[in-house]
């Protein structure tokens, strides 16, 4: 058996031509799975040929705009075509959110959204599949997460480098992780460079890594990034796009 990944969206909130936001999708045969779910990935969905109203599940690392910014169009758009329920996954704070939305667009209340708020360590179950919350370090309450499918795989989400994450991908096929600036942007918080990212993966870490989250201050900087992390650590790693298929 295989895992089928897609990279919806490998961009943030600045926009730029070539990346939209933050989402992934688990093509799990009829039962698909976003992770995460920002602006632009409802309309790469359909790129993918993949039907918006086979999406019973949405786990969101964070509630940051550019992860979060198209669930409720999707939402919307499942309810036009007559598809009235939807589980949502995320950390603290996610019902609050989802309840605040939908005060603003009361005719959604039709729709039957299950929200479950998890905590680091938790785990959970989604089409048979067993995720993990691994703790990260964000600017608000966020989580990366371990699935086990056929093949097991971390995606980390909005992070700086933690212990924990490199620990949970120890054992995985891919690590999908954030590394939103080159090394020439300094004083970075809540996110990754590929020098700390390297420095961190030297003490264990994946067969293979891919780089998401990624603001246009890294355009021209790609071969330099992959070959620093290369060069410090020595795990495959190349730089994530949109609309790119991984196969476990």
Same mark, same amino acid.
């Given at each position: 058996?295989?895992t !089928?990944?897609?990279?919806?969206?490998?961009?943030?909130?600045?926009?730029? *031509?070539?990346?939209v936001?933050?989402?992934?999708?688990?093509?799990? %045969?009829? !039962?698909?799975?976003?992770?995460?779910?920002?602006?632009?990935? +409802?309309?790469?969905?359909?790129? $993918?040929? @993949?039907?918006?109203i086979?999406?019973?599940?949405?786990?969101?690392?964070?509630?940051?705009?550019?992860?979060?910014?198209?669930?409720?169009? =999707?939402?919307?758009?499942?309810? +036009? @075509?007559?598809?009235?329920?939807?589980?949502?996954?995320?950390?603290?704070? $996610?019902?609050?959110?989802?309840?605040? =939305?939908?005060?603003?667009?009361?005719?959604?209340?039709?729709?039957?959204?299950?929200?479950?708020?998890? !905590?680091?360590y938790?785990?959970?179950?989604?089409?048979?599949?067993?995720?993990?919350? &691994?703790?990260?370090?964000?600017?608000m309450?966020?989580?990366?997460? *371990?699935v086990? %499918?056929?093949?097991?795989?971390?995606?980390? /989400?909005?992070?700086?480098?933690?212990?924990?994450?490199?620990? %949970?991908?120890?054992?995985?096929?891919?690590?999908?992780?954030?590394?939103?600036?080159?090394?020439?942007?300094?004083?970075?918080?809540?996110?990754?460079?590929? $020098?700390s +990212?390297?420095?961190? =993966?030297?003490?264990?870490?994946?067969?293979?890594?891919?780089?998401t989250?990624?603001?246009?201050?890294?355009?021209?900087?790609?071969?330099?990034?992959?070959?620093?992390?290369?060069?410090?650590?020595?795990?495959?790693v190349?730089? /994530?796009?949109?609309?790119? *298929? &991984?196969? +476990?």
């Amino acid at each position: 058996m295989t895992t !089928n990944i897609t990279l919806l969206g490998t961009g943030v909130a600045i926009p730029q *031509k070539e990346r939209v936001q933050s989402g992934i999708l688990l093509d799990d %045969a009829d !039962n698909p799975i976003l992770l995460d779910c920002g602006a632009g990935i +409802l309309q790469r969905l359909t790129e $993918t040929g @993949c039907d918006h109203i086979k999406i019973d599940n949405v786990i969101l690392s964070h509630l940051h705009l550019d992860h979060v910014s198209d669930v409720l169009p =999707l939402i919307k758009a499942n309810w +036009l @075509c007559d598809k009235n329920h939807i589980s949502i996954f995320g950390p603290t704070g $996610t019902e609050k959110w989802m309840t605040s =939305l939908l005060e603003i667009y009361p005719y959604l209340k039709d729709v039957t959204i299950d929200i479950t708020e998890l !905590n680091p360590y938790d785990i959970f179950t989604v089409n048979d599949m067993q995720i993990e919350c &691994i703790p990260t370090i964000h600017s608000m309450p966020s989580l990366g997460y *371990k699935v086990h %499918a056929d093949s097991v795989f971390l995606y980390s /989400g909005d992070t700086e480098p933690v212990r924990p994450i490199i620990n %949970a991908s120890s054992d995985c096929r891919l690590l999908i992780h954030e590394c939103s600036f080159p090394d020439s942007i300094s004083d970075v918080t809540n996110h990754t460079t590929p $020098t700390s +990212l390297g420095n961190m =993966l030297q003490k264990g870490g994946p067969d293979e890594l891919v780089l998401t989250h990624l603001y246009p201050h890294t355009r021209g900087f790609e071969d330099e990034m992959v070959h620093t992390i290369l060069d410090i650590c020595e795990i495959p790693v190349q730089i /994530g796009s949109d609309l790119q *298929k &991984i196969v +476990l």
